[in-house]
């Protein structure tokens, strides 16, 4: 079972730039979001998506975008990246339908922003 | 809103003895409750449930009580071992309606379990 797939595990970039983090599930659960987790700060929610081509905001959404064109697929797009987005991000998946709605979560992808 | 608070600080202690970790939770609607452990470098992973009042979930030798009148949801384990070293979060999942299946996480604890 693959679970949920997060790529890359590791990334360094340079202020300015852009990427996408992906993120892959093949449970066919409808919720996905995205987290991410400092130090002292604990998991914040980036943005969520319900279901195909819904999306929506979270705590801290500013300076990413999201889109979910499939049920399998959402992609973290940082469109320029600043020295403050140095964190590990989470990918996780559930179902609100199949009882205790508990989350999938991946590996994580450690990003640094020099 | 939905929120879960942790008690503050890293956790050391010895090998055998008796842990604590306490959570306490506000909600709307009808919550479950969960603790999640993640180990150094991995992501996290569901260590225990609880989908309604008075519910223990437990798991390798790790339990929780879903305390409705006390809205809590304390982690407990009688004997660590060194292997339970981790960061432990606590988090709660409402929805009264469909599109509002939010996780809010508490902000961990570091678990540090000396031999």
């Not at chain 1, 790529?7 to 990427?19: A, D, E, I, N, R």
């Not at chain 2, 960061?87 to 540090?112: M, T």
Request: charged share 15%.
């Amino acid at each position: 079972n693959a679970g949920v797939t997060q790529t890359p595990k590791f990334q360094v970039l340079k202020t300015g730039q852009s990427m996408t983090l992906q993120c892959a599930q093949d449970m066919n659960h409808e919720y996905m979001s995205w987290y991410r987790q400092d130090p002292g700060m604990g998991l914040r929610l980036i943005h969520y998506s319900v279901g195909a081509g819904i999306t929506d905001q979270g705590e801290v959404p500013n300076g990413y975008n999201v889109s979910r064109s499939t049920t399998e697929d959402f992609p973290l797009r940082l469109l320029s990246a600043a020295p403050s987005q140095t964190s590990v991000y989470f990918c996780a998946s559930s179902s609100p339908w199949g009882g205790a709605t508990e989350a999938f979560f991946g590996q994580g992808t450690r990003l640094t922003v020099v | 809103g939905n929120s879960v608070t942790q008690m503050e600080g890293p956790v050391t202690l010895s090998e055998e003895a008796f842990l604590t970790i306490n959570c306490t939770y506000t909600a709307t609607g009808y919550p479950s409750l969960f603790w999640y452990v993640q180990y150094p470098g991995e992501g996290l992973q569901l260590l225990l449930k609880a989908t309604k009042a008075d519910d223990k979930g437990s798991n390798k030798g790790f339990e929780a009580t879903y305390r409705k009148e006390t809205t809590s949801f304390h982690l407990e384990k009688g004997s660590v071992q060194v292997s339970d070293s981790a960061v432990y979060f606590c988090a709660l999942s409402s929805w009264p309606s469909y599109g509002n299946n939010r996780l809010a996480f508490g902000k961990g604890n570091q678990v540090v379990v000396i031999p």
